[in-house]
């Protein structure tokens, strides 16, 4: 995605945006839009914090075995020696149970965020682990959302004519789909064993099938009217005169100057997607127990908001702040790549 | 009563069902605290103080209002207000409360000598709400159109249909006279009943006492539209304003007589019944006194559950005792087929771990047996897979895999109805103790409206997807051990889809055990039968007892009489008043 354009020199598309050549500074003239875009981005403090806050919650998860190894305790693993049974929450000194119990979880150096009530398993691991799911979901949803949204988008915009028609109408339809409910029904219904997988790999495959298959409208559009407008442009009708494939127009002359606008309007579909898989697990339509995953910990917490409310408060903001980095971080992209922002 | 569980679809009830569990009043020394628990074991703020009007909510919905057609342990105990039956249950808190005694009949119904014919007699003076007499005939109706009715009816318990000695037959669909050709219960006279049984049936009485009994003349009913408007039988009768889903009101009936009734006090002058309300909101406005009662008797929502317990001031308003349900883990024999594998199980499994998921000891009582503690027979302490604080014996496990050459133990998958927490943790806990011998246990969880029917209750779905255990639960349809295990361990009741006998447990030394049980006359005799049963399937491993589960309920200041009834597993609603101060 990030390969640099493979416009002709002549026609020049990417770097003859209006607004860029339009601002007449010397220098800003030899660069690439890219080059002004990382320019613009860097003096962005909150995309620069934001974009940092996303690349430490993608590690993070990445490396969770090793960061749980050395600071927490397997995800599933119980810890009921901490809980008082019958409120089912920590308490406040596991030696002594009569001075009753700790409205904070149980946080201590051996359990960073605490431990959940009933199982006592450690809250740092859990949501650790709760990220990989999060994002994992949420990044093949968005690639599968890219991947058919750009392909249909660009086909529909180039080809036009009844070709158009069919695919924008199905955009239509597509939007229009009540997706949670019918996300809902399907996880449900899909039987254990299609297509070969089973249990969590079919419960994300199944889901993020559904928010892909249904979500690519919103790239297929902005890809649709970008491809409008550049299958007019002189590149475009150089390359048809030069006897170039439709294949190669689609693929080697069009796309490359979509790149950007898809990266930024990914970014952007990447939280709600986190959202929306939180969303399922909270109604218990997601992962499969005992793997943890944000939204199931938040449903979960809801009995306690009084007796615990440090259970509803840590997940909420592990989701929180993921969504706000990603989307703050999709702004700034959005601002740094928008020739009419001014510098 | 079966639907305290919820065991069938109706997944609007799942918050009725995510019943109690939570703290106990350990060490409450306040005034308060003293009367914790008091409702279960005697009558609170006893009175007879008349009039008021008696609020109740319901979270749910009634499955239907009409006498036939309810499986709700809370409405078999509602609908009295307003259906007489044969036969009621003794009406004291305590160990005597299962007895029965006779509601509408004038003594307990007389057997034949091999317990296939039962005759009972009804009283004389028995009115309906417009004053015209209750006859022999109208209950003979009432039961044949809740059992036979081409389908109009679903809801309701089909016992009549099960034992009665009838052929197939629909009061609907039948001529001019919709008992012609109904003889499996003959009423020689306007006040004698005489039942025909198919097979022996020592428990019968015991189903006279469901609401199936209430008498419907024939003239007064509208199939299906009859819930609308039941013609009373009882101290009270609808106000006709019934709004399914919304409301339901009760006035009193004027020609009901207490002299003929020893089971109802009448004590509110109204009933009102807000329907739809969540389970937060209701226990909100219980505890602000805005309502009464909680209809389902389920007890508070998870969420005030927490906060109840946390809150000292508030423990002697609480009563804990048992929801009547044992929650358990079905060992599937098809799918772990050698009994040892199966044991392994139950010593590897920690069961104080899983009593742990279920709130600890106001959540319930930790389960080593099968049959619950007010039923007869039932024997708690008996604990064929004993280990050091419950937490399992690992050696022994390791032992019973070695015998079932399993040594490294071997993998299955748990199911478990998706909106269940407990029943979740019940599965999770399990999976961390049974992992200890490397028995490794995937959870697979499914919609509890399903779960039965397309699920863990499919012999198909189970044998295609190597489903090894369930997490269940079940209450008595009736405190006794038939009533309560029949339905789960006996042979006959396996069925292909829609399987409660989950764990298609099919052992003839069980199945004959049963048989006799039904052959004999003397209840205590039959309490040994079902005590050696309740022996032999821990021994055949087919059932992993979790917790005896006990609910939680708030108990307003203003609510008197409240005492629990182990029938219905709540308040005797026929003796609660009210007095505002």
């Known amino acids: 995605m990030s390969a640099p354009s493979h416009a002709p020199e002549t026609t020049e598309p990417v770097d003859s945006e209006p607004g860029a050549s339009a601002s007449g500074r010397s220098d800003a003239d030899n660069r690439s839009l890219r080059q002004i875009a990382w320019q613009r981005l860097r003096r962005d ?299 | 009563m079966k639907r305290t569980l919820g065991f069938v679809a109706l997944g609007a009830a799942a918050s009725l069902f995510l019943s109690a569990c939570g703290g106990a009043a350990t060490g409450g020394g306040s005034d308060s605290a003293d009367s914790f628990d008091l409702g279960s074991t005697e009558v609170v703020n006893a009175s007879d103080k008349a009039g008021g009007t008696l609020k109740y909510a319901l979270a749910a919905d009634f499955d239907s209002t009409d006498p036939a057609n309810t499986y709700y342990a809370f409405n078999w105990n509602f609908s009295r207000y307003y259906a007489r039956t044969l036969l009621a249950f003794n009406t004291e808190p305590g160990d005597n409360a299962t007895d029965l005694i006779p509601d509408m009949a004038v003594d307990l119904p007389e057997p034949n000598d091999d317990f296939t014919e039962w005759t009972v007699k009804i009283q004389e003076g028995l009115k309906y709400e417009d004053g015209t007499a209750i006859t022999a005939q109208d209950i003979k109706y009432g039961i044949a159109r809740a059992n036979f009715n081409g389908g109009v009816f679903t809801e309701g318990p089909q016992y009549f249909k099960a034992h009665l000695d009838q052929d197939d037959h629909n009061v609907y669909d039948n001529g001019d006279d919709p008992l012609a050709g109904f003889d499996s219960i003959e009423t020689p006279d306007d006040h004698t ?112 559950n927490a906060r109840l317990l946390d809150d000292e001031s508030a423990q002697g308003n609480l009563d804990n005792p048992f929801s009547g349900a044992l929650r358990y883990v079905n060992i599937h024999l098809p799918i772990i087929e050698d009994v040892a594998c199966r044991q392994a199980i139950m010593y590897a499994a920690d069961r104080d771990s899983m009593w742990r998921a279920w709130g600890g000891a106001t959540g319930g009582d930790l389960a080593t047996s099968l049959l619950p503690p007010a039923i007869p027979g039932s024997n708690t302490d008996s604990d064929l897979y004993p280990s050091a604080d419950n937490k399992g014996d690992l050696d022994k496990a390791q032992e019973k895999l070695d015998e079932c050459g399993e040594s490294d133990g071997f993998k299955t998958n748990i199911a478990v109805r998706t909106e269940r927490e407990k029943d979740v943790q019940t599965a999770e806990a399990l999976q961390q103790s049974l992992a200890r011998v490397g028995i490794d246990v995937e959870i697979k969880s499914f919609p509890s409206g399903d779960f039965f029917g397309q699920y863990a209750g499919s012999q198909d779905y189970v044998r295609e997807n ?42 003839p030394e069980i199945n004959g055990l049963w048989d006799d049980a039904l052959k004999t006359e003397d209840p205590d005799e039959r309490a040994e039968l079902y005590t050696q049963i309740d022996t032999l399937v821990m021994e055949n491993a087919a059932i992993l007892p979790v917790v005896f589960d006990k609910t939680l309920i708030y108990r307003s200041d203003e609510l008197t009489n409240a005492y629990y009834h182990p029938a219905y597993m709540m308040y005797d609603f026929m003796a609660l008043g009210v007095d505002r101060g």
Not at chain 1, 148 to 157: E, H, S
Not at chain 1, 268 to 295: D, R, Y
Not at chain 1, 311 to 331: E, H, M, W
């Open chain 1, 45 to 343: 403090k909150v995309a620069m914090v934001s974009g940092l806050v996303v690349v430490l919650l993608i590690l993070a998860a990445i490396f969770a075995p090793f960061l749980v190894k050395l600071f927490g305790h397997p995800p599933t693993q119980f810890h009921q020696d901490l809980i008082d049974p019958s409120r089912r929450v920590p308490y406040l000194d596991p030696e002594n149970p009569d001075a009753g119990i700790d409205r904070w979880g149980g946080i201590s150096s051996d359990h960073l965020l605490g431990v959940e009530p009933t199982t006592g398993r450690d809250l740092f691991s859990r949501i650790l682990y709760g990220a990989q799911i999060s994002l994992l979901v949420a990044f093949l949803a968005t690639l599968v959302c890219v991947a058919l949204g750009t392909l249909l988008g660009i086909i529909a915009g180039y080809m036009g004519g009844w070709v158009d028609t069919v695919i924008s109408r199905a955009m239509d339809i597509f939007l229009a789909f009540p997706l949670m409910l019918f996300a809902i029904a399907l996880v449900g219904v899909i039987p254990d064993g299609v297509f070969g997988l089973t249990g969590n790999g079919l419960r994300i495959g199944v889901i993020v099938f559904i928010i892909g298959f249904f979500n690519w409208p919103y790239i297929a559009r902005i890809v649709r009217g970008q491809t409008l407008a550049l299958r007019e442009r002189e590149f475009v009708e150089a390359a048809k005169s030069l006897g170039a494939s439709n294949r190669h127009i689609l693929f080697k002359e069009i796309l490359p100057n979509l790149v950007t606008p898809i990266i930024v309007y990914s970014t952007l579909l990447i939280p709600t997607n986190i959202l929306f898989e939180a969303a399922l697990s909270f109604l218990g339509v997601g992962i499969n127990p005992p793997t943890p995953s944000w939204g199931k910990m938040l449903s979960e917490a809801v009995p306690f908001y009084q007796t615990a409310p440090y259970f509803i408060i840590f997940p909420g903001l592990a989701i929180f702040i993921t969504v706000l980095a990603f989307n703050l971080f999709g702004d700034g992209l959005r601002d740094a790549f928008d020739p009419r922002t001014s510098d």
């Open chain 2, 193 to 304: 009943l005489v039942f025909h049984l198919k097979d022996s049936f020592s428990e019968f009485p015991n189903v006279l006492t469901q609401p199936q009994t209430a008498p419907v003349p024939i003239e007064a009913d509208r199939e299906a539209l009859y819930q609308e408007n039941v013609l009373s039988s009882g101290p009270y009768k609808f106000d006709g304003q019934y709004e399914p889903g919304v409301k339901l009101n009760l006035e009193r009936n004027e020609h009901w007589d207490s002299d003929t009734d020893p089971v109802r006090q009448a004590l509110p002058d109204r009933i009102e019944v807000e329907i739809g309300v969540s389970q937060d909101e209701i226990d909100e406005r219980l505890l602000s006194g805005e309502i009464d009662v909680d209809l389902a008797g389920t007890g508070v929502g998870p969420a005030m």
């Open chain 2, 466 to 507: 190597n489903i090894g255990l369930s997490v269940s639960g079940w209450g008595p349809d009736w405190p006794t051990g038939y009533g309560f295990a029949s339905k789960i361990t006996h042979g006959d009741a396996i069925m292909a889809t829609g399987n409660f006998n989950t764990s298609e447990l099919d052992d």
